[in-house]
């Protein structure tokens, strides 16, 4: 759910924080206090295109915050931002923040990490989904309706099972349009590969050569300055005439001496003894070192070239030796199936002939579950338009269905054969029209409405943001409103901006938006109610705050 929207500087917002809470949340205020901001900051946080007009005057940027508890998000959310390379989210918190300036420099972050403008709308569609004269309407997509259709009648194992097939059929698409070429093109297909196998081959690498080829190559090609910097290192130790194990015997003498009159020096005595052990052992180390160093330039040709041999093959076929084997099994691979072309295209046919025919089976077992659904789901639709004010009205969704498949690259989609289009008359008389053709944003956030009772409990979108409902709604509608807001508030997050008092009364959280002059300035400032407050609010929304009214708003909210 959406806990927690913060918003600076954007219009009459100077700085708004709104703590949301589960359930209905409904949003009320005069004319022009601020209300639509929240929608403006919500389009804004999910990816819409920012207009700095809407940058507060006095003010040279503005930012939107907001904060989502996704501890109970259905949708792999997880996967998401991990595929965009963002930071998880902590503790079951998601971040969304927006920031844009007067200059026209937008910034956009998810969990503190910097994303583009399309992740975040992509992100956001997995949060909210908004309901009046605003972009955020899943619903009005035909791919969004086939899945609504789908969800409805639980039929989610079955889609999957014939995506499945699709991606198979897919994959062995490409693998014979690989071998399908001309006979110019199969000859330099088959010597490429042939030269790439063989030169990979014959390299013999080992996944962990090259370190241990560079060091040694290192030694070899500096083995006389080694050698130079080895035999000088022992000279000073013990071949020159003021070697240091010279100096350290002169140093024992002397140490003697004064331990022969000062018995409490015997510890220097012994400090001086195990330098002498430790040149000695230093003396052997070096000997040992100088010993092994070895000036062959014969093998210093030899670890050049292999060297050389491992850095060309790189730079063609990998960044790393594991790459470049990798790439030689892959070659080996297809030139193991261009080889065998004709065996291996019919071996491809088969299966793909085999896949379109199960594909067909599923798809059109799919369909026919569908069909079973629409009645059903256009009963359910039709009773709640009923209780929304639409007494006559009509709703279907339309499902077309491909009986035939030439191409099922072109012409089958991942959820089937099926096309479903939901269709809609609001009045007597009048042809259903495509849900998305309707004029009238009232009318479509009724129909959103209705849908949405009828699929609370299915759909997966945790966030539902309604703006305008009311439009040209009055009386008992708009009490059937108000209970339908609320019966999927049940099941989801519901945020609800209104006019109506009826209802506003259904709230479980509602807020009031006003507009304060501070310093001079007008501010637009949001308020969460009390039940006191609630009666006050819903008594201005009704006309006055009159007995009359005071006690209709106390009747709204029993």
Do not use: W
């Amino acid at each position: 759910m959406l806990s927690t929207l913060r918003i600076k500087n954007l219009a009459l917002v100077e700085d708004l924080t709104l703590e949301l809470q589960p359930g209905l949340n409904i949003v009320t205020g005069e004319t022009g206090a601020g209300k639509s901001m929240i929608i403006g900051a919500l389009n804004l946080i999910l990816g819409e295109r920012a207009d700095r007009t809407l940058v507060r005057g006095g003010s040279d940027s503005c930012s939107v915050e907001a904060i989502f508890d996704t501890s109970r998000l259905k949708v792999d959310l997880a996967s998401v931002l991990d595929k965009n390379g963002l930071e998880p989210c902590e503790d079951g918190q998601l971040v969304l923040k927006r920031t844009f300036t007067t200059s026209g420099t937008n910034r956009q972050f998810i969990n503190g990490s910097p994303t583009t403008l399309q992740i975040l709308g992509e992100v956001g569609e997995l949060l909210v989904d908004m309901h009046g004269p605003h972009e955020h309407q899943s619903l009005l997509h035909a791919a969004k309706q086939l899945a609504i259709l789908d969800a409805f009648g639980n039929l989610h194992a079955a889609r999957e099972a014939f995506a499945e097939l699709l991606k198979r059929h897919a994959r062995l698409g490409l693998d014979k349009a690989a071998l399908i070429v001309d006979e110019k093109t199969y000859a330099q297909q088959l010597d490429l590969l042939r030269f790439q196998v063989n030169e990979i081959t014959s390299a013999k690498l080992k996944a962990d050569e090259e370190d241990s080829l560079e060091q040694e190559y290192k030694r070899a090609s500096n083995a006389a300055r080694l050698l130079e910097l080895s035999q000088s290192a022992l000279g000073l130790i013990n071949d020159e005439e003021n070697s240091l194990v010279t100096q350290a015997g002169a140093l024992g003498r002397t140490l003697q001496d004064l331990y022969r009159i000062d018995p409490s020096t015997a510890g220097m005595i012994e400090m001086q003894e195990q330098a002498v052990n430790t040149l000695h052992e230093l003396q052997a180390e070096l000997s040992h070192y100088s010993d092994k160093l070895d000036i062959d330039p014969s093998r210093l040709q030899e670890l050049e070239e292999r060297l050389n041999t491992i850095h060309s093959l790189k730079r063609k076929y990998g960044a790393s030796i594991g790459d470049v084997i990798a790439f030689g099994d892959e070659a080996k691979r297809k030139l193991q199936s261009l080889e065998q072309r004709d065996e291996e295209l019919d071996r491809i046919n088969s299966q793909l002939k085999k896949l379109e025919t199960d594909m067909l089976s599923k798809g059109k077992e799919l369909s026919a579950h569908r069909k079973k659904l629409v009645p059903q789901l256009n009963k359910a639709v039709i009773k709640q338009l009923n209780a929304l004010g639409f007494k006559q009205s009509h709703f279907d969704a339309a499902i077309t269905t491909k009986t035939e498949v030439k191409d099922f690259k072109t012409e089958v989609t991942s959820s089937g054969l099926d096309q479903v289009e939901f269709q809609f008359a609001p009045n007597p008389g009048e042809p259903a029209r495509p849900l998305r053709a309707i004029a009238s944003s009232g009318e479509l956030a009724r129909v959103m409405l209705a849908l949405k009772t009828v699929l609370a409990a299915e759909d997966e979108i945790p966030v539902l943001i309604f703006d305008e409902v009311d439009a040209n709604v009055g009386g008992e509608t708009a009490h059937a409103v108000g209970e339908k807001m609320l019966q999927i508030a049940n099941q989801r997050q519901v945020l609800c901006i209104t006019h109506l008092p009826q209802v506003a009364a259904a709230a479980t959280s509602h807020y009031v938006v006003n507009k304060q002059v501070k310093g001079g300035r007008t501010v637009s400032e949001i308020t969460l109610l009390d039940r006191k407050d609630r009666v006050t609010e819903l008594a201005r929304m009704l006309g006055g705050q009159t007995d009359a009214s005071r006690k209709h708003a106390e009747a709204l909210l029993k």
